[in-house]
């Protein structure tokens, strides 16, 4: 079954230290993967996706299929990148395309 | 633009009420999306439309019902709300093919009594 397992419901960081999301997923196909991200009072919104292979506010990712994951990642934290973050995973089993979501994993950023 | 918009922005409900939820995007996109959101629990599909006058069903459907009106609004009603119904809705839109990044609304957090 297609899922997507986001470990931490909490992740506390000191400013300028590393952040690693962990994302992995389930998917029997080829994978089109995605990270969202919603800060306070804000819509959610996408922060980046694997195709693009782009680095977004500092972020990165790397789909690991061997791993089955998709990790989230930056070198030096800011209080700014407090929020929730979403892995999410295109699902092209139905009708049309739709995304599985992670439960999200808050990223608290202490100054 | 105003890219996605969903009104009310909050409501409360006694059980049993019914409502509807509206969205509606003015990006051209073909498909929409309820979601709903809970602690805990993430984001989670309750309907969706892949075009004007198409809808399926999501992971979490019962309970609720949908209506793609035209191309760009997709509302969603509950018949009977249930406390188990109180949350937070999200409706998205997608151009699908060309990109399939998801336009999400502010949001309708939603009270069941």
């Known amino acids: 079954a297609q899922r997507v397992t986001q470990p931490e419901k909490l992740l506390s960081v000191f400013k300028g230290a590393p952040v690693e999301l962990k994302c992995n997923y389930s998917y029997s196909g080829s994978p089109e993967l995605f990270w969202y991200v919603q800060y306070s009072r804000q819509r959610l919104q996408l922060l980046l996706r694997h195709i693009s292979r782009e680095s977004i506010k500092g972020f990165t990712a790397d789909l690991n299929k061997g791993e089955t994951s998709f990790h989230l990642k930056k070198p030096f934290a800011q209080e700014e990148d407090s929020a929730m973050y979403y892995c999410a995973l295109m699902n092209y089993g139905g009708s049309q395309g739709n995304l599985i979501f992670g439960k999200g994993t808050k990223l608290s950023v202490k100054p | 633009n105003a890219g996605v918009t969903q009104t009310p922005k909050f409501q409360v409900l006694k059980t049993g009420q019914s409502m509807t939820l509206q969205c509606a995007q003015d990006m051209n996109h073909n498909s929409m999306y309820w979601y709903r959101q809970d602690p805990g629990m993430g984001l989670r599909l309750i309907y969706y439309s892949a075009s004007e006058g198409t809808t399926d069903k999501g992971e979490v459907p019962n309970g609720y019902n949908v209506s793609r009106l035209n191309k760009r609004e997709f509302s969603l009603r509950l018949e009977s709300a249930a406390p188990s119904q109180t949350s937070v809705y999200f409706c998205?839109?997608?151009?699908?093919?060309?990109?399939?990044?998801?336009?999400f609304g502010p949001g309708t957090r939603l009270t069941v009594l």
């Open positions: 998205a839109s997608c151009p699908l093919g060309d990109s399939n990044e998801q336009f």
